[in-house]
Nanobody
């Protein structure tokens, strides 16, 4: 069983930055595929970024967000810059043990965090 705990959300003005963190319990963290998804009010949850041996981004955040991981801390990060009001959402961390081909699909992931709210004011 893997437990994921996110932190780092908050209220920020447009153009600002936030760094989200997600710490995982469990062993062999370096073998996990890790993803970030988000869900805005009234919308479906959508892919934001994922990291395996490579990094992948949704077009909507490419160039503004960076996903990274620290295997010594069992933590994955999402650095978000140049934030826009449309980035407002609950952000979720997700994990799957092993390599994922469909890292962009939420159904590919077995474990989810509780979510952290990001609100970007205009």
């Amino acid at each position: 069983q893997v437990q994921l705990v996110e932190s780092g959300g908050g209220l920020v003005q447009a153009g600002g930055s936030l760094r989200l963190s997600c710490t995982a319990s469990g062993r062999d963290f370096n073998s996990y595929t890790l993803g970030w998804f988000r869900q805005a009010p009234g919308k479906e949850r959508e892919f934001v970024a994922a990291i395996t041996w490579s990094k992948y981004y949704a077009d909507s955040v490419k160039g503004r967000c960076t996903i990274s991981r620290d295997n010594t801390k069992n933590t994955v990060y999402l650095q978000m810059n140049s934030l826009k009001p449309e980035d407002t959402a609950v952000y979720y961390c997700a994990a799957r043990i092993g390599y994922l081909i469909r890292w962009y699909e939420e159904n590919s992931y077995d474990y989810w965090g509780q979510g952290t709210q990001v609100t970007v004011s205009s």
